[in-house]
């Protein structure tokens, strides 16, 4: 046969391919490729409008406006000046949530406010550092401590810009396994990287772990993971024991340690200033064995410069390993902040710590007959030192 045909009648494969069907053919694949690149486009939009929700989601939020009264100014003007002291205060979280380890932004910004009437100037942590070493290390007038723990991503947010524009310094303590397991509620290691390069944070270690508890006796009481000996529990019908004094050293230091290495790794610049106690308990406020707090405050003043607690007036005292005072070279406690805390509670506690005042009269600035935000107001008294964490995450 001839022409374009086969022997069967068909179009021979060459002659298939006509002007007309590969116009058509290049229509169809037009459109698809129309259409691919539609798709391909709505995804790249959806994924850039999803990253920058979550970046507006970690920023720092605007400075909340504060003003103080007249009454409240003229007071805080006149906050007494002093030398060789240095107070320090302690945050958890910044948020409406009225939970008691947390203060409003509204608060914060007063009490901010407030401190920068007042003339106080928030020094950064290697001055204190400088300072705990030698207390007449040179310091600005009415220098003060502002420090953070739990590596609370609502703390950093709402307090960021405010100490940005009073050109206030302050310290994050954290645990070394939150930023990667605790998303939403922790700190970012990226994160923790942007505040310690902001001029603004010094991160530093809270712990490895966590705010871990362990079982130290039979009754399955619990105690905090640095203070308490584990208690092993025996085979069904028998009495369990208490782990080696060596096992807890081992664990206790370990954890310290591992979370050490992990800022080194995740934070350039890091160096081991200070270490905030979890739950301000080495052994000293409550233990089960008395070699605990003996060992645990040297060890971890031969790893970091500086070691801070709570709250001096929550603590036990009267404790066989408890140090008196507000301050000392081994060991720093802080003022607690929670969602109670008035300007005039913290304005008496402020001038008590200056002025030298014994702990035992600084009782008097808890307590008032007026609402919170008047002077006098009848103010919570500082609370456990430990922050409330969420569920004890894993390594």
Known sequence: ????????????????????????????AGRLLLNWGLLIAIVAGVLAF???????????LPAPSSQLSLAQARQWRHFPRYRRVVPVLLYHGINNSNHSYSVTPGLFADQMRALKVAGFHA????????????????????????????????????????????????????????PTTNPGFSLTWPELRTMQRSGIWSVQEHGG??????????????????????????????????????????TATSDITWGADQFVQQVPGYRPLAFAVPYANYGQ????????????????????????????????????YQISGRFSPEYSYRITMDQKTS????????????????????????????????????????GPRGGLPPPNPGR
Request: aromatic fraction near 12%.
């Open 123 to 178: 020094i950064t942590l290697a001055q204190y550092v400088d300072f705990a070493r030698d207390r007449r290390h040179a310091l600005p007038s009415k220098p003060i401590l502002l420090t953070f723990d739990d590596g609370r991503r609502d703390a950093f947010r709402e307090a960021n810009n405010t100490l940005r524009n009073y050109g206030f310094h302050a310290t994050m303590f954290t645990f070394a396994s939150w």
């Open 50 to 60: 999803r990253e920058q929700a979550e970046a507006q989601a970690r920023a720092p």
């Open 343 to 382: 300007l005039p509670a913290l304005y008496c506690r402020l001038r008590d710590w200056v002025t030298g005042t014994p702990t035992w009269m600084e009782y008097r600035c808890l307590r008032s007959p007026a609402g919170p935000s008047s002077p006098g107001a009848l103010v919570h008294p500082a």
């Open 209 to 250: 772990e966590g705010h871990e508890y362990v079982f130290y006796n039979a009754a399955r009481a619990k105690g905090g993971v640095y203070a308490f000996r584990r208690y092993i529990p025996g085979p069904s019908g028998h009495g369990g024991h208490l782990e080696d004094f060596s096992s807890f050293v081992r």
């Open 1 to 28: 046969m001839s022409g374009g045909r086969g022997q069967q009648g068909r179009p021979s494969g060459l002659a298939r391919f006509t002007p007309a069907a590969l116009a058509r053919a290049g229509k169809t």
């Open 285 to 320: 406020d409550g233990t089960n064995d008395e070699r605990i707090p003996k060992f645990m405050l040297p060890w971890l003043r031969r790893h970091f410069a500086v070691i801070f607690g709570g709250d001096y007036l929550s603590g036990g005292h009267g404790h066989r």
